[in-house]
């Protein structure tokens, strides 16, 4: 049985399982059936997201994400934050580092027990604002790409949504290919004050709310800036902890957007790749 060496960790309670893969040993192959052997709860460790470390030619390291599902997204703020620690601790990266995604370079630092992640420059023209949903013209929500999709919807108290209430709604967003042909991301954000907002994620590929979003967490605050409802910095309050957010909108970008929070080893050891496991057995059965 092949043995895969791998740390666990977590930002804000979005967990990720992290494997070192600059000397291959992941066969590409078969990667997407792994990534959702290991990361179904229970069965096995279980994860919202499982990703690799690799070279780089133009950076410090290159950062494969994948979510549960399998499939491969452009990138993972929360795990961007994990793996940047992970490459520090595993001695591939010093305290300031730049690493490679499918959505260009991002820079990465440790800041004591937290890792600050610092996003590309984006122009205003890719925030959509004000959209009418589609099947209700009378509401509206809010699209960006922060490398990867994200729909942001304002409410005024989110904690008194029922979960199924929540997931059903999500749902109806997330596939909604006239919002996002690719799908998107789904958050619901409550404005506290100027520097605080609060929100709740539903992940594309996850399929399920997670703890926190880091990007999600990203868009939310920079649009949040954009309708002039805070200023920077702004933290933001999710299931799992507090990730701050720092921007500066000039007036065809958005600038220094940065994502901080915590990163936190909580195991280590060797997966048993050859386990795969059949949680639908039962229903086919
Ligand atoms: N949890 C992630 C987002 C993962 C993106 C993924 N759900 C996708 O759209 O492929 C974060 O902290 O930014």
Redesign the pocket.
Known sequence: MRKVPFKKMHGCG?DFIIIDNREPIMNNLELSRFVQTVCTRRFHIGA?GLMLLETSHIADFKMRYF?SDG?E?EM????ARCIVKYAYLMGAASDVMAFETLNGVYEGKILGENVQIKFPSIPIKDFHLHQPFPSDENDFYHFAWVG??HTVVMEKAIDHIQDEDFMKWARKIRYNPAISPSGT?VNVVEICDEHQIKMRTY????EDE?FA????ATASAIISGLLDKVSSPVKVHTKGGVLTISFRITEDEVQDICLEGNAVVVAEGELMSEAPVNVSSREEG
């Open positions: 979005n919202d979510n499939s997204g993972c703020g929360n795990g990867v999709p991301n992940e594309r590929g996850v997670t979003c880091g990007s999600g």
